[in-house]
Structures are given as structure tokens and as C-alpha cells.
């Protein structure tokens, strides 16, 4: 036990906690985000017309009245549900799609033109097919949502899953583990930080195809609010309903960020 | 070669590997022939990417042979044989499973009973000098424990035979040095066989019964050198003696002749 070169392994500590909260940048966003509003707020009606940007104030005050009417919460219930429904069956109908193609090469490569293709297609030029199909409906949105989605998924999960090395597999199969074994304990694992990228960037993208889906065909929802204000030249409305947006996609991506650190909690306790 | 007192746990007969490339058929491994018995220590050295790895994974059935045959304890290889353990040169732990978590793989693919691996663990993590990472993930842990661990690992999994290509080859000198004296340890208190897999010459000689030299590709064997120093053996005070400098020099030869 005396040997030199084991006690001068012995050991790693483990660095500092990392996830700490940083107290000092939590200030300056303030500091900076507060300085941004007073600017604004001061330069509205002085250099230009507060026609054109409106000012904080403004909007505070009509987000104020939209949450003491309730109404707020018909345009962001609306909005989410488009945005989440397809992010989640993009996750559903992707992953699957993506573990099928990173396993059949031959398939994969046969189809990886038209993947691309549609992949390139820009998603918001099939919102007015969408809307002749569905309607103004739910259903309308969540497929826009669902298309700007699903292809993240399968990208990623087949990037995922090619990127296993494979001796790690090759030393299963040494000890004759049976395929399950190998899919539950290394191929399900591997792809966990794909697939979590994957709702990070997708979560964004569903957003904006329930908004596109809105814009063109709607009668509520957070897209639809924004475009009203905007046809009633209501600066304040369209401010309000940007502030919405930005803050949906904050918090999902806080909630991403969240399960991460608990999922991927192995790569993090690195010392 | 040794006098077999009974059956070799694995002989290889006249065995011929080789890869399909875009450019054609490339040789790799050439008629080899070899036997290893039931508690032997038997390191293959040659140049790099001359195809000894190439015969450990035939042996381990994850690769196959092109002519000649392979068997272990008597039963031709076709697929992976019953307990074979491998490592690779990485280490090849699942990141996103603790020391003891990775260790459990061995344990339940050994079909070890649930109720023995608490114990299994703490002795084997003992053996080791792990006990106190049980609960580390690999990436907490230096180069040198994360192959212990993986040898605990393939411990876990009682192999009958150790197929270890290079497993040292990525770690600094010190720590391959040490790694070298716990295999010694472990191997010496329960013999198993071992085909070690390396193209350091002084390793090969500091752990083999029997040195097997290689051609560069495609692999053939030039030459072979039993290894008489007496055991258990004491690397430190090994590494400075005539007997061993006049087997390293040996081996050096017989590689040299290959060029």
C-alpha cells in the first residue's frame, strides 16, 4: 500500500461544485437588463415617436391588464399546447426514425436525399397546406410545430448512435451479452445527450411553428395576438405578446437545462 | 513449447485472417499456430498494427477467421466462446455508470446471483485498492484507476481466459508499470490463461511464461522465448538483472530480423 505511484493517483477530489449559483452575473443581467428598459423608456417620445416602439411602461401595464382579465392565459395555454404537442411527437415519430436509419445504412443512404430535401424545405412554406388540410384548427399547428421538429430528433439521434464506440460494444458481445442488454445498458444511454440537445433546440423551433401556424390562421393564441395588435397598429399588443414568447421559451429552456443536470449528472461530476 | 499436461485451454491451427478493403484483399494474419495452456502467461509483441489484435478478436469470436481453426476448451470458435474476458487498450467503462455499476456488468453477465454482488464488489474493489470510488463516475478518475476498474471489470466476469490487447498501452510509464505488478499479483494468487497483447519489449519479458515475436503485417510468428525467471516475481529488482536484459536483448533480435 506504500506504493509512491497508487498514493499519487489516490485521488481526484472533486472540484468545486460547478452548479453553484454565480451572484454576480445574476446582478449584472440586472443591472443590464434594467439599464435597457430606462433607456427605452426615457429615448420613447423624446428622440422618436412612441408610436413606433412603444415604451416599458406601456407594456407592463397591458400585460397587467391581460393577466387581471384571465385573458392571457387563453393565448399561452393555446400556444403551448400547439408548441409541446409537436415537440413531443416530434420526439416520438424522430427518435425511432433516427435509431432506424443510424441501424440500416443501405436505407439510410438510399433516402438521404429526400430526408435533406425536406430537411432543407423551409417548414413555414407548408403552413398553407396545413391550414387548407386542418383548418384553423389545434391539429393545424401542432403539425407545423411537429415538422419544424421531428427532423432535429432524427438527425441527431442517428448522429447519436454512430458515434458509439463500438468497442464498447465488441466488449459486451465478449461476454455474450444478449442484444437488450446491450441496447438498455450502452445504445439508450449513448443517445440520452442527443436527445436532450435535441428538446433544447427543438423546443425553440416548436415554438415558432405554433406561432407561423397562428400567423396564418387562427383565433387565439400567443401568434395570433401579435398579428392582431400588429393589423391594429397596437405596438404596446405586439410588445406584450413578444415579452410572452420570449419568457415560454426562457422557461422551457430553464426546465431543459434542469433534467440535463440531473440526467447527464455523470458528466458533470468530472473533478 | 511447454509440455502440455492436458488439453491447451486455446489453440489456434494454421489460422489466416484477413480484411476486405475498397482496394482488395489484405492480409493480415498468416498462418498462425499456437497453443496457450490452462494457466500460462503468453505475451505476443511485434510492431505496431501487425495483427496481433486482429488474432485476440478472433479468438473472442469478433472476428472471423479465413482458414484454419480456433478453438477454446476444445470447442471451435464461431461467435463469441463462453468465459472470455477482453480489454481493449481504452478502457472502455460506460461513462454514465459508477465504479461499482460497471463492475456489476461483469457480475451479471457471469449470471452471478444479485445476492453475492455486494460482496463480490467490496472484495474485488478491495483487490483493486478502489474501495473508496466505489461510487465514482470514470470520469472522476485518473487513467490508471479507470483501468483497474476495468480490469475489475473482466475480474467480475471470472474469465477462464484474459485476452488483453495492449491494455496498458495508453498509460504513462509509472502507472503501466504499476499496472503491470497488480496483473502480476492477481494472476499469480489464481492463474489463469492470459494472452497479452503489447510492443513493449521490457513488459512482455517482466510478464510472460513465454514471449511469442511478430512479424509485421501480415502476422506470423519469427520467433519464441520461454521466459524461466523465477515467481512471484519482483519487477523492481527484475528489471536491472542479466537475465533479464539477456531476454529483452533476445527479443529485440528476433523483431529486428523482421525488418
Known sequence: MTD???????????GPARDGIDVSALVWRLVLVIGLLLIWEFSAGNLFNEFWSSRPSLIGERLFALFKSG???????????????????????GTPIGIALAHYRRAAKIVDPFVMGLYGLPRVALAPMFILWFGISLFAKVMMSFSMVVFVFILNVTEGIRTIDPDMIDLMRTMRAPRSYILRKVTIPSIVPWLIASFRIGIGLSLVGAVVGELIGANRGLGWYVVRAGGQLDTTGVFAGLFLLMLLAMIANQIIFMIEQRALHWRHETR | MTVATEAPRILLDNVSVSYETPRGRLPVVDRVS???DKAEFVVLVGPSGSGKSTILRAIAGLNAVESGSITVDGKTVDGPPEHIGFMFQKDTLLPWQTVRENIEVGLALAGVSPSQWKQRIADLLALLRLSEFRDAYPAQLSGGMRHRVSLGRMLAYQPAVMLMDEPFGALDFQTKAVMGRELLRIWEAERRSILFVTHDIEEAVALADRVLVFSPRPARIVAEHQIDLPRPRNLRALRGSPDFSAYTRAIWEALGDTD
Open chain 1, 4 to 14: 509512491p505511484v497508487i498514493a499519487e493517483e489516490i485521488l481526484a477530489p472533486s
Open chain 1, 71 to 93: 385573458e392571457i392565459w387563453r393565448h399561452v395555454s393555446t400556444t403551448v399546447s400547439e408548441a409541446l404537442l409537436g415537440l413531443f411527437l416530434g420526439a416520438i415519430v
Open chain 2, 34 to 36: 499456437l497453443a496457450v
